[in-house]
């Protein structure tokens, strides 16, 4: 690891001026995944603003929905009562992710931020257009069992690791962010990861020295009909292959409304835009469903060792949709 200077940030308006200022300095969370790249080479900040103590950890009730801290960590958000009560999805998506030791350390915020867990971005002998643009893409014609059926370019086909993220997005949740000017802006959660294009380097549409204070979780009526799957190669500490957050509102016995988000399958968290669209206002039936899944799985662009993705993919769209309609009381 190479050397770096360490600063604690006081205050909001510290932190964001201490890296707005530096183009190498970083923000440190829990370092869950950040000290790991640095350990690694990949990232060398020359300076951590350490952000631990600033007083963003609240989780409220705001407008009908929920307000969580961007410091708050994994573990706290997740048996919050008011994330488990009215976003069962979100705390089902954090529980699925890494292990209780490294949940107690990791924050919202760097939940957002981190980084993919392609194999050739962490070794730094191997080209890599996210680590080093223009040096090409190892995993294109290697190994590329974990990697995206959705949303890839020929610079980078590497998936979003986030659990937590995949729910937020079905959830339509909105990004709280603030600049070193003091400025601050709401990001959809749509529009806040970004797809790999011409630029693979750049993961999000965070500007530098813009911080992340809060996540809002808008209203919804999704609690009693959601569910999140996550398949992957073991029970703990495994990234998805697949994964599936969703919610439906019922009216009698039709679908009123679906919201469907997946994870392993893109560069950033995928909305299941095209199987929420089919299932709107049919039966919640195990034919719907399939049908749904044939839908969304329909554009899927597999490479030579992820074609399994799809079939996969499928599965667990149906699979998910059947644990979410068993829980309606309607
Ligand atoms: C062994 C292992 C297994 C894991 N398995 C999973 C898994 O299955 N599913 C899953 O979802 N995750 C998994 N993770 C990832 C884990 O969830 C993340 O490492 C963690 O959420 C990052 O949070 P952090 O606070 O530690 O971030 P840090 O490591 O401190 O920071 C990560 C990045 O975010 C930036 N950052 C941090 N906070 C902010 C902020 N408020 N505003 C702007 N930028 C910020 C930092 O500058 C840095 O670039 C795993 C991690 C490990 C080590
Ligand atoms: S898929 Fe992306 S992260 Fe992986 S080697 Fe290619 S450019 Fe790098």
Redesign the pocket.
């Known amino acids: 690891m190479q050397p770096f200077k360490y600063t604690r940030a006081n205050d909001v308006a510290g932190a964001t001026r201490a890296v707005s200022e530096n183009k190498d300095a ?11 790249l640095m350990r690694e080479g990949v990232e060398n900040p020359s300076e951590l603003v350490d ?1 631990a103590r600033l007083n963003l950890t609240q989780i409220r009730s705001v407008d009908g929905g929920v307000s969580i801290g ?2 708050a960590k ?1 573990t706290d958000t997740a048996n919050h009562p008011l994330v488990r009560q009215n976003y069962p999805m979100l705390t089902q998506a954090i529980l ?4 209780p030791q ?1 949940r107690n ?3 919202n ?3 957002l ?2 980084r993919t867990r392609c194999p050739y971005f962490y070794d730094v002998s191997m080209p890599c257009n996210k680590r080093q643009p223009g040096s090409g893409c190892g995993a294109l014609e290697g190994i590329n069992r974990n990697h995206a059926v959705f949303g890839w370019s020929d610079k980078c086909i590497a998936v979003h ?4 993220c995949v729910a937020l997005l079905a959830l339509d949740a909105v990004v709280k962010v603030q600049d070193a000017a003091g400025k601050e802006r709401s990001i959809p959660f749509a529009a806040f990861h970004r797809l790999p294009a011409d630029t693979p380097e750049v993961d999000n549409d ?1 500007k530098r020295g813009e ?2 204070t809060a996540i809002q979780l808008p209203k919804t009526n999704l609690a009693a009909n959601s569910y999140y799957l996550k398949i992957r190669d073991r029970s703990s ?3 998805a292959l697949v994964s599936v957050a969703v919610g439906i509102q019922m009216r009698g016995k039709t679908i009123r409304e679906a919201r469907m988000a997946m994870g392993g399958v893109a560069h950033k968290p995928w909305r299941a835009a095209e199987a929420e669209k089919y299932l709107l206002g049919k039966a919640a039936t195990d034919e719907n469903f399939k049908a749904a899944a044939e839908v969304e799985m329909k554009e899927a662009k597999p490479h030579e060792y992820n074609k399994f993705k799809v079939e996969l993919g499928k599965r667990a769209i149906v699979h998910a949709l059947r644990r979410a309609a068993r829980s309606t009381s309607t």
């Open positions: 970083r923000f440190l969370g829990g370092g869950t995944n950040l000290l790991d952000i961007a410091l994994n699925a992710g890494a292990s490294i350390m990791a924050t915020g760097g939940n931020m981190q690791p986030s659990d937590m965070l911080l992340i500490y495994a990234f």
